[in-house]
């Protein structure tokens, strides 16, 4: 017998049905409640959906796990999958050309056009499909640390990874931001569990993300890819800073050091080292991806990271590896069903496999994220499988317009079968998939910026040296750091230098720590006949690649590239 003093024993299932889920019906309508005006006019059913705005965590959590089949891994981190798609869809990105952006946008291949009729077919189906949910995720936050220049996001989605993705990539509000939130800038329907109509004008498959810079929203259909939020979001800020605040906005990481709180930015693509050279014992992560160069210094725009997991282990980067707790999500990554413990080394669903976690996981992050100073050094990262760069060279103005607009590194072979040599990547700005206006206006401010504030620019090879790939071997990375410590410390600066033939580059004669034969690549190959081969055949892959810019630059720009004779 139960005496009426006591609780009858219940699942925790139906426990949460009667006690915790009625509140968390009630905590979330009131909260929304201001908004409703706004849901109602966007088409929204508030008489059939439940609106969950900016649910904790936990909730979250549990939602995925009920509703999602997530489950959680050995160190807590929630695990979920995105279904067919596992990476970005660029074929598939649209931006409406309206009045207000068609002057600014550089249309081709990464910007394709969309008309204004198609956008308002794709937002309206991606409503009426996010009406048929019974839960229907809101999340509310912020992009860019900097007050002065960030903007208010809204992410409206029908699955609980989705909204703790981006609650881990946007930046939090507090409990006061939140209730003073207001009309966001920006808004994103993502609706991606629902294909898009391919026989609707301008789509091309069943996928498709778009963006309306004249009503400030994205719309998303046909994937389920989380990756697809954080890129909108940051070409919407690779749209808005430079046209609307006059700021520069840049795919790069950034950290500040601790005794004299110098700002170092890194660009580089895919492998090149940028998160692992940015991650330093003596100095604080602004962040590992996305930031704005502003008047007053520097901010991050995101609030978390996105790092990738392949390979992923303590020894070779802990604090990506210890940041896989509770809160974070792991996506894509294969786990052992009986311990739950995430195998990393496994890519039987994909090799982009990926965490999502606040950036305050990684211990020396720097809160808030952002310096009132201007950066001191510039460090463009290249991995060059060609053997032919040097690990180090000091770039002039013209030079460093030149590579940023280039944007070069190289695949290396055996990626694909039938692959035999190198293959060399062009991403202009270090950002091609994601630019947004013409790369010579980013070049622009960027030269702007390192004159006024007199900003050193280095170039650092972590590719091959001593040969091409095959036969040299990659530059051992206590070398790469020995270099960029000594940008850091200004030892570099002091060095003396000679002129590296074919691309023009100053190379440092000497740095203490590193073989004088690696840091001049003619004295590391053997075969010298071989090495001018080389030499040659990469530089007129530059010329070709540069050609698509040549003619909007300044004669010093072009003639600041490598020059086959």
Partial sequence: MVHPHQTPYVTPHILHKNYAQAFDNEFHSNLIGRDLEYFSQAGFDMDRIQLKRNAPVAQLYEDAIRNEGAIISSSGALI???????????????????ETSKDDIWWGSVNIKMDEHTFEINRERAIDYLNTRDNVYVFDGFAGWDPKYRIKVRVICARAYHALFMNNMLIRPTEEELASFGEPDFIIYNAGQFPANRFTKGMSSTTSVEINFKRMEMVILGTEYAGEMKKGVFSVMHYLQPVKFGQLSLHSSANVGMEKGDVTLFFGLSGTGKTTLSA?????????????????????????????????????????????RFGSILENVVYNPASRIPDYDDVGITENTRCAYPIEYIPNAKIPCMVDRQPSNIIMLTCDAFGVLPPVSKLSPDQASYHFLAGYTSKTPGTEDGVLEPIPTFSTCY?????????????????????????????????????KFGTGKRCPLKYTRRIVDAVHSGELLDSEFET??????????????????????RLAWADKEAFEREVRKLAGMF???FKLYESDVQESVRLAGPRVD
């Fill in 80 to 98: 979920n999958f995105s279904g067919k798609k596992t990476g970005r869809s660029p074929k598939d990105k649209r931006i409406v050309y309206e």
């Fill in 280 to 324: 330093d014992p003596n100095r604080l992560l602004i962040g590992d991806d996305e930031h704005v160069w502003s008047d007053t210094g520097v901010f991050n725009i995101e609030g978390g990271c996105y790092a990738k997991c392949i390979n992923l282990s303590s020894e070779k980067e802990p604090e990506i590896f210890n940041a896989i």
């Fill in 431 to 467: 950002s091609a998939p994601f630019i947004v206006l013409h790369p010579g206006r980013y070049a622009e401010m960027l030269a702007e910026r390192m004159s006024k504030h007199n900003v050193s620019c280095w170039l650092i090879n972590t590719g091959w040296t001593g040969g």
């Fill in 500 to 521: 590296f033939g074919g691309f023009g580059l100053q190379i440092p004669t000497a740095v203490e720590g590193v073989p004088r034969e690696v840091l001049n690549p």
């Fill in 543 to 545: 010329q070709k690649a």
